[in-house]
């Protein structure tokens, strides 16, 4: 079942750094309403700048709509921030797009379930600056019937949005597998040059 109304449906993006913004920003720009936090307050400024809410609390900020969206630096953050969400998140979904590993991802599923909620994993394959671009790709793990729900909304931060299957921790394993490859990649290049530079 898909949500037809998607460009009206309320969004939280809690977490807004580098990614955060451009999340919260996209989401703005496609007409959702959209709730903010971040535990610096001041980098709020601007998402509420350009039309967002900002909320007293993280727990304030999911309570504002059924999908919040999670985006801070590592899992150590993100367990930090579901212990302000007791209470709140039941019938609610969580995508959380923090960086991390297929254990921790499955944790959090089960961590966000205990507390009555749904959900999904992902995986940003791209930087800030391409967030709501086609040339952005998310990559999502979870329930296939929360992933479909969302789908449309979701859809405002990647052209290319993907659903890799119902364990929680497949978005993570395709990131770590498509970074190794990019660094060795980089390495190669790199190494390739200093040693071009020699001969020369
Ligand atoms: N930037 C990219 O190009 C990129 C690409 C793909 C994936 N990602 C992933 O996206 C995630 C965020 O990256 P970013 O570039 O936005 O990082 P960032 O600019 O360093 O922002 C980190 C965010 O995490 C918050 N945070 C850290 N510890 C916290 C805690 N204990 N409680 C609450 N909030 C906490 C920070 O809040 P404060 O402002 O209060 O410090 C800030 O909002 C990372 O997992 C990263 O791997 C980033």
């Not at 809410?53 to 899992?75: E, F, I, M, Q």
């Not at 909620?117 to 979870?142: E, F, H, K, N, R």
């Not at 299957?165 to 190494?191: K, R, Y």
Request: aromatic share 4%; glycine share 14%; with cysteine.
């Amino acid at each position: 079942m898909q949500n037809d109304d998607a460009g009206d449906m309320p969004v939280t993006v809690i977490g807004l750094g580098l990614m955060g913004q451009a999340l919260a920003g996209a989401f703005l720009r496609g007409g959702h309403p959209t709730t903010v936090w971040n535990r610096t307050a001041a980098k709020a400024d601007r998402p509420v700048a350009e039309g967002a809410t900002l909320a007293a609390s993280a727990g304030a900020a999911a309570a504002a709509s059924p999908l919040v969206v999670v985006c801070v630096s590592d899992y150590g953050a993100v367990r930090e921030l579901l212990g302000a969400l007791d209470g709140v998140l039941d019938g609610r979904t969580v995508v959380n797009l923090t960086s991390g590993t297929s254990a921790q991802a499955r944790e959090i599923a089960g961590e966000v379930a205990r507390r009555g909620g749904t959900y999904l994993d992902g995986a940003i394959m791209a930087v800030p600056q391409g967030i709501g671009t086609a040339d952005a790709a998310i990559l999502y793990s979870g329930p296939r019937q929360v992933y479909d729900l969302h789908e449309p909304t979701l859809k405002t931060l990647a052209a290319g949005t993907a659903h890799l299957g119902g364990d929680h921790g497949l978005s993570a394993l395709h990131e770590v597998a498509v970074l190794g490859l990019m660094w060795s990649v980089l390495n190669g290049f790199l190494q390739g040059r200093r040693c071009s530079g020699r001969r020369a």
